[in-house]
């Protein structure tokens, strides 16, 4: 449950409201400052040169991320179960080699991936649509977030249904 449902999903969580409202705010100024104004004049495709190196980069980081995630969760588990019932640490991971899936940890990296992408293209639409100077990129880094945010939670939902 941790593997598949906790560690992603609340990952994905901090990460839309941390990096996902990061792009928004960042393209956001560039476009009402009018500086993707200039790239598109020199000829420089937006989305190829903004647009998709932080989609790469949520598609690759997402799910080292959940791993660390998963790495923190047992951990905390651990101390957990040996403060409050005195586990020692080979009855611990003893049980949890027992009940460890292999599949488990695929579908949790596999969430993340498709929760960092939409996180990403979330961001960088709503950023690269924000209208409205100062102001507006305020409403676009909330709205980013929002979107993504729900995104996530629907998304996790249809993985649920599926699997």
Known sequence: MVFTELTPVLTALVIAGRVGASMAAQLGTM????????LEMMAIDKNRFLGMPRALAALIM???????????????????TMIKFSFSFEIFFDSVQRFF????????????????????????????????????VGNSTVRAFTISAASILIIDAIFGYIW
């Open 31 to 38: 476009k009402v400052t009018e500086q993707i104004d200039a």
């Open 101 to 136: 899936k292999v599949a488990e940890i695929m579908q949790g990296l596999t969430k993340s991936f498709v929760f960092g992408g939409v996180t990403a293209l979330i961001g960088v639409h709503v950023g690269f649509n924000t209208t409205g100077g100062a102001e507006g």
């Open 62 to 80: 997402m799910p080292l991320l959940a791993v660390f995630s998963n790495i923190v969760a047992l951990a905390g588990g651990y101390i957990l």
